[in-house]
């Protein structure tokens, strides 16, 4: 199907664990985010990709790696879970980023890390 | 340092009147904002936009007003439906060095039948 999508959707993992969530989007889009939802802070930036192998940080990127070797594919890796890691995470898309640069959101992955 | 604030975390409106979302934000270099709506468990969806040299955007039932002197922006919703019931976030965007796009913390609109 066409879209953005994201796997896992849930995902319950323990502190100092390796955790990769995977985005995924149909568009061809050059820019992909990741973003992170927490009560009392909206939608946080983590980092974005302009295109296949760009990548940079967005407002909240420590204990997060991500790659883009591919433009259809933005995986987010914890590299050591920490439990303040546990949010709902939101993977975007969007063709440009210029100024009607609206973004397409995926379904989002819950994580928790105990 | 919230540069999007959205002050009031709910509110609830009677079906048929008018929803009022305010936004308030602090960076004068913003020049482009946008309404998103997001229902429980899904992602985020564009709603409505406006540029910083407008001062209103209309589109059907929504409606976006920008006040760049109060650095202030509000959707407003007539006649709200059950069916706007969500989160709406505010976002605000420049490109400086590094790419800006700041959402706002959301507001919970729940439309009472």
């Known amino acids: 199907d066409a879209g953005i999508t994201q796997s896992p959707r849930y995902k319950i993992t323990e502190t100092g664990r390796q955790v990769t969530l995977m985005c995924h989007q149909t568009?061809?889009?050059?820019?992909m985010f990741w973003y992170r939802q927490d009560l009392g802070h909206g939608l946080r930036l983590i980092y974005y990709?302009?295109?296949?192998?760009?990548?940079d940080k967005g407002e909240v990127p420590d204990g997060y790696v991500v790659s883009r070797s591919k433009t259809e594919n933005f995986p987010l890796t914890l590299e050591s879970a920490t439990r303040s890691q546990t949010s709902v995470y939101f993977c975007?898309?969007?063709?440009?980023?210029?100024?009607?640069?609206?973004?397409?959101f995926g379904p989002g992955t819950r994580l928790t890390v105990l | 340092d919230q540069q999007v604030k959205q002050n009031s975390p709910s509110l609830s409106v009677q079906e048929g009147r008018i929803s009022i979302l305010n936004c308030d934000y602090t960076?004068?270099?913003?020049?482009?904002f946008l309404w998103y709506k997001k229902y429980p468990a899904e992602g985020p969806t564009f709603l409505i936009s406006?540029?910083?040299?407008?001062d209103k955007n209309e589109d059907g039932r929504f409606t976006v007003f920008l006040n760049k002197s109060a650095k202030h922006l509000s959707l407003h919703i007539v006649p709200s439906q059950p069916g706007d019931s969500a989160v709406y976030f505010c976002?605000?965007?420049?490109?400086?060095?590094?790419?800006?796009?700041?959402f706002g913390t959301g507001t919970r609109l729940k439309v009472l039948a």
């Open positions: 990709s302009a295109a296949a192998d760009i990548t």
């Open positions: 406006i540029s910083s040299i407008k």
């Open positions: 568009w061809s889009h050059s820019y």
């Open positions: 975007a898309s969007s063709a440009v980023a210029g100024a009607n640069d609206t973004q397409y």
């Open positions: 976002a605000a965007w420049y490109t400086s060095g590094t790419y800006k796009y700041i």
């Open positions: 960076n004068s270099m913003f020049d482009y």
